[in-house]
Nanobody, 114 residues
Framework: QVHVVESGGGLVQAGGSLRLSCATS????????MGWYRQAPGKQREFVAD???????NYADSVKGRFTISRDRAGNTIYLQMNSLKPEDTAVYYC????????WGQGTQVTVSS
């Protein structure tokens, strides 16, 4: 069974920073990409950022220039550095691991107060 575990969420004031982490038990050579999605109350889950096995990154327009996705050298842990946070960034952030299947974590809450 593949495990996906997020951490690092919390409460922060607008303009502040948080760093999320996501670790998976999946073998790195099986992973094609890992990414972050978020879901705010009453809204659909949306894409935030991802990083491919080759190191390519993609970002939602709403977070470009503020969020940075990275990964460790082993290739099975990713990070999301979130700077200049806004109240509209408030959501549950989920990590997704893509192999030949998709795996999701349980989510971590990020709350940005105004």
């Amino acid at each position: 069974q593949v495990h996906v575990v997020e951490s690092g969420g919390g409460l922060v004031q607008a303009g502040g920073s948080l760093r999320l982490s996501c670790a998976t038990s999946e073998r790195s050579f099986s992973i094609t990409s890992m990414g972050w999605y978020r879901q705010a109350p009453g809204k659909q889950r949306e894409f935030v950022a991802d990083i491919t096995s080759g190191g390519g990154t993609n970002y939602a327009d709403s977070v470009k220039g503020r969020f940075t996705i990275s990964r460790d050298r082993a290739g099975n842990t990713i990070y999301l550095q979130m700077n200049s946070l806004k109240p509209e960034d408030t959501a549950v952030y989920y990590c997704r691991v893509t192999t030949t299947l998709l795996y999701w974590g349980q989510g971590t809450q990020v709350t940005v107060s105004s």
